[in-house]
């Protein structure tokens, strides 16, 4: 059986026919339905080196079960999943994936939507699970106008907490459809007020967002990291949170991944009840998936690009 994939060569991404390597007994063959396209797509683009030359690229994909030497596994059924970006990955007709990192979809969820949520949603989730009960409190999202941001906000707010989102104006509408309480354009930076008792950041600016918080608040860092507390000691005592979902494939361990597989289920119900704030689906052939990741590094527009595979 051959591969059809796309390949990282010398920063471009250019289409093969593979051999499929034999399956280890921790692993299974997806027979790829659709693929998530994600900004690290089109950023590992620029940061390979020619040591990744044929690797498969993409992280994010859904589709069948069709070989696999596990008893977990029940063939034929449907998956989604969120891969290790260092290995052989999603953007192919078919992707070799860890039993362990399978996410069961509900007979209901088609495979456009099952392979569009978990980079963002898993990431969301993660960085919601650093925070202590949200209930009643005072949580800021800034750049909530992001994929990750729409879902931590519309998450935290079903569940009672007092969200107010930092976006472009354009999403303002929309996430006080879904329970946010102020939303504030970027412009107006020094209106935010403070006292937070967690503030979820997507944009890389969470040292300046610091001085927001409460005492004892938690600032969650989604793009990048808090490297020094940037506050006096015993002051505001603030807890400093990093998110790198990519990480867990080589750090985390099976009760690690059973926690991101339980996320992955919980966000499939939420969205088919149409409890999340979800982007608009754009979707590609699969022979234009290169076109899909040089689309989404001109910019994101509140779109999410989905290669459905025919």
């Known amino acids: 059986m051959k591969n059809e994939a796309f390949c990282f060569q010398d920063n471009k991404l250019i289409k093969l026919d593979l051999a499929i390597n034999e399956l280890k007994d921790d ?89 569009a949520l978990p980079c963002a949603a898993l990431t969301a989730m993660q960085s919601i699970a650093k925070v202590p009960s949200c209930v009643a409190k005072k949580i800021l999202v800034y750049g909530a106008g992001s994929f990750v941001g729409k879902i931590i906000c519309s998450i935290l707010a079903k569940q009672g907490a007092f969200v107010s989102a930092v976006a472009s104006v354009k999403n303002h509408d929309d996430l006080y459809k879904y329970g946010v309480v102020k939303c504030y354009d970027y412009t107006n930076c020094n209106n935010f007020g403070d006292d937070y008792f967690a503030i979820f950041d997507t944009t890389a600016n969470a040292k300046e967002l610091v001085k927001l918080l409460k005492y004892n608040g938690h600032i969650v860092a989604i793009l990048g990291r808090v490297e020094e507390n940037p506050t006096k000691r015993f002051t505001k005592c603030p807890s400093l949170h990093e998110i790198a979902l990519g990480a867990i494939h080589q750090y985390g361990n099976d009760g690690d991944f059973k926690e991101l597989v339980n996320f992955g289920e919980y966000i499939f119900k939420k969205a088919l009840n149409n409890e999340l704030l979800l982007p608009k689906i754009i979707q590609y052939d699969f022979n234009d998936l290169a076109l899909a990741v040089n689309d989404l590094s001109k910019g994101i527009n509140g779109k999410k690009a989905v290669v459905v595979i025919k």
């Open 27 to 115: 692993e299974v063959l997806i027979q790829n339905q659709a693929i998530g396209i994600n900004p690290v797509d089109y950023k590992m683009l620029n940061i390979f080196d020619h040591s990744h030359n044929g690797q498969i690229m993409g992280v994010d994909g859904a589709g069948i079960a069709i070989k696999s030497n596990s008893p977990l596994i029940k063939l034929g059924s449907n998956y989604a999943y969120h891969t290790d970006l260092t290995k052989d990955g999603s953007f192919a007709k078919y992707t070799v994936v860890k039993v362990n990192a399978l996410i069961p979809m509900p007979q209901n969820l088609d495979f456009t939507l099952a392979a």
